[in-house]
């Protein structure tokens, strides 16, 4: 069984995001241990970039404070090789395609499979365009990650029949952030899926409290967070680490209840 798959087995999964290199790389590997620790089934890495298109201001302004220290593709790729000897998480990449046209796409791919990446999310590739970085992706073993959103309607069965790894299901249109509340029919996304692939589905975008955790991993697999997680570490910086290992707990207990 896959990594991603096995992070579904037992009971709701919660996933973190965090933005690679902010405030810095030390301060990445130090926060990846303690979320791994503090239950976190699935941890989402997001590679700085200097146009993220699907990003809300709080993981925009991470992404720079990231490229501002001299992050890199390479620098995450080693970050990734090291955090493997410990931790056995499975671990995803969420990126665009601009930086892995200009790595190159086989070369990237290979990269990932050789560092212990499991996954990739690239919100700047629709389904019909997948073909892009599939086969890629196949020949290296990364399980090329589909969003489905609130308008996607009949196109959901479409993109969930050759889904691999989980389905991250967009729970709100617009950017990354946190909402005050979330009113999507989640349930009828997951159901749609379901009935053509039997992955797991996973609810993001807007996710911040404990409550929500709990309402949208009642209706799915599990809750995807990460804007409300980028904030606490823009707030502490390289304090955060404590504060960010007490949210994490706190969520996974709530996707538990569920």
Do not use: W
Request: hydrophobic share 40%; net charge negative; aromatic share 6%.
């Amino acid at each position: 069984m896959s990594r991603i798959k096995n992070a579904f087995t037992d009971g709701k999964a919660f996933i973190a995001f965090i933005t690679g290199g902010d405030p810095d790389l030390d301060t990445t590997e130090r926060l990846i241990y303690a979320i791994d620790k503090a239950g976190a089934d699935l941890i989402e890495i997001g590679i700085p970039f200097s146009d993220p298109v699907a990003e809300g201001p709080v993981i925009q302004a991470a992404s720079e404070r990231a490229l501002a220290g001299g992050c890199t593709t390479d620098k995450l790729f080693d970050l990734v090789a090291k955090v493997r000897k410990t931790c056995e998480k499975p671990i995803v990449f969420m990126t665009y395609i601009n930086p892995v046209f200009t790595y190159g796409k086989d070369k990237f791919m290979a990269k990932c499979a050789e560092c212990g990446i499991d996954g990739i999310i690239i919100p700047d590739i629709p389904y019909e365009e997948k073909d892009e970085l599939s086969a890629e992706c196949k020949t290296h073993g990364i399980d090329f990650i589909s969003l489905i959103a609130p308008t996607s309607h009949e196109r959901i069965t479409m993109i969930a029949k050759e889904a691999e790894g989980f389905v991250y299901c967009v729970s709100s249109m617009g950017v990354t952030g946190i909402r005050n509340e979330i009113n999507t029919d989640i349930s009828s996304m997951v159901q749609l899926v379901k009935q053509v692939n039997d992955i797991p589905c996973a609810v993001g975008f807007g996710i911040s409290t404990p409550e929500q955790a709990e309402k949208m991993a009642g209706v799915s697999d599990g809750a995807i967070v990460g804007s409300a997680i980028v904030k606490l570490v823009a707030r502490y910086g390289k304090n955060s680490i404590e504060k960010v290992s007490d949210y994490v707990k706190s969520m996974k207990e709530a996707v538990m209840r569920a």
